[in-house]
């Protein structure tokens, strides 16, 4: 009897707990989700490997606040989330370059971030080799965030929250701009996008068929594309000409870094993970659609001397054989990971 009685005592007491923790939603909730990395079966070692930053359910959920604070912005409108946005893989929709504070414009596309602890590099042009890192270009950018590390860091700590925060995930109520980027990269790293209908196809899911047009246009992509966009990440993630013409602002791309005259033009090969969800594209956001996308590698391709000898002449494909891609390109698509609430904006 008095077990029963224990027993009842203890239900009771998890109800009201219960009831009390669902009156008002004031926790954030990815404090309490289990985050865990794990390298999905088939994929390379990532590069960003949590060795000097253990990933914790506290440091995601600080790392995912700062992500989507616009305090780290001079005018206080422009966050990271802002122009990578969750449902389109964290790039940014129908937006061909970046938009900044006071409305101002950047002048390449911003690009997705999903599955970035696999990235050798980053951004378009590769001037950032360490995800720790990425942030601070944005932050300091004068026309995306136009702000600095010490600005930053100061709003973050005149924060009582951030510093119980920080004091969380690492041990005192220090704020400062190491912790505040291994908390983003926390965060970033994080997202691992693989399970899309090709991935559930890859690992023999048996409600998981292609269809034909799918399965075409997967054989079409092994022929065509597959030299660049290669293996489970779908990029080699090196640098190449892809027969763009120069833009308005004559973009050198990797030679903006190396200053070497054979990397004029070259950018790096994108993750086609997603792809259907992160127009418009290229560097420069020209094109508003995968058809766009491969019509230009048919019949597009401009011939500059650091173009890509696999480019020129253009890739043979008749109408029906582009269709066929892009239903393949569309099996890319992960919506568990474009909807998955851990990675959303918090309430708090």
């Keep these: 009897m008095k077990k029963l009685l224990s027993a009842s005592i203890a239900i009771t007491l998890m109800s009201l707990i219960w009831l009390v923790g669902c009156k008002k939603d004031t926790i954030d909730p990815a404090t ?3 985050v865990d990395f794990k390298v999905p079966p088939g994929w390379p070692q990532p590069v960003y490997t949590f060795e000097n930053n253990p990933l914790s359910s506290e440091g995601f959920s600080l790392g995912r606040k700062i992500f989507y604070d616009t305090r780290l912005s001079r005018d206080n409108t422009i966050s990271c989330g802002s122009c990578h946005q969750q449902f389109a893989s964290f790039a940014h929709l129908d937006h061909d370059v970046s938009h900044g504070i006071h409305g101002l414009l950047g002048t390449r596309n911003s690009p997705d971030i999903a599955n970035a602890a696999w990235r050798t590099s980053f ?8 995800l720790e890192n990425q942030p601070i270009a944005p932050i300091e950018n004068h026309v995306e ?6 600005e930053v860091i ?13 004091k969380k995930v690492f041990g005192d109520e220090t704020v400062n701009t190491q912790r505040m980027l291994r908390a983003l990269a926390q965060f970033m790293a994080a997202m691992v996008s693989d399970d899309s209908k090709y991935d559930r196809y890859v690992r023999n899911d048996p409600n998981t068929k292609l269809t034909d047009a799918e399965y075409r246009g997967m054989d079409l992509f092994k022929q065509h594309c597959e030299s660049c966009h290669k293996g489970q990440l779908f990029s080699d993630y ?27 033009y ?14 418009p594209y290229m560097h420069d956001g020209r094109f508003f659609s995968l058809d766009a996308v491969l019509e230009h590698y048919r019949t597009g391709i401009s011939v500059s001397p650091t173009t890509d000898p696999m480019l020129i002449g253009g890739i043979a494909m008749s109408d029906q054989d582009k269709k066929d891609i892009i239903s393949f390109l569309e099996t890319l698509t992960d919506s568990t990971f474009l909807t998955n609430p851990i990675f959303a904006e918090p309430t708090q």
Excluded: C
């Design 266 to 279: 070259k950018f790096k090969v994108p993750s086609l993970r997603n792809v259907a969800v992160t127009r």
């Design 154 to 166: 100061d709003r973050l700590n005149a924060d009582p929250d951030y510093r119980t925060r920080f």
């Design 32 to 34: 309490y989700v289990q």
């Design 238 to 264: 090196s640098f190449r000409n892809n027969g763009l013409t120069p833009n308005a602002v004559n973009d050198s791309g990797r030679a903006h870094i190396t200053r070497r005259p054979e990397d004029r």
């Design 123 to 130: 951004f378009w042009d590769g001037g950032v080799n360490h």
């Design 145 to 150: 965030m136009d702000m600095t590390l010490p």
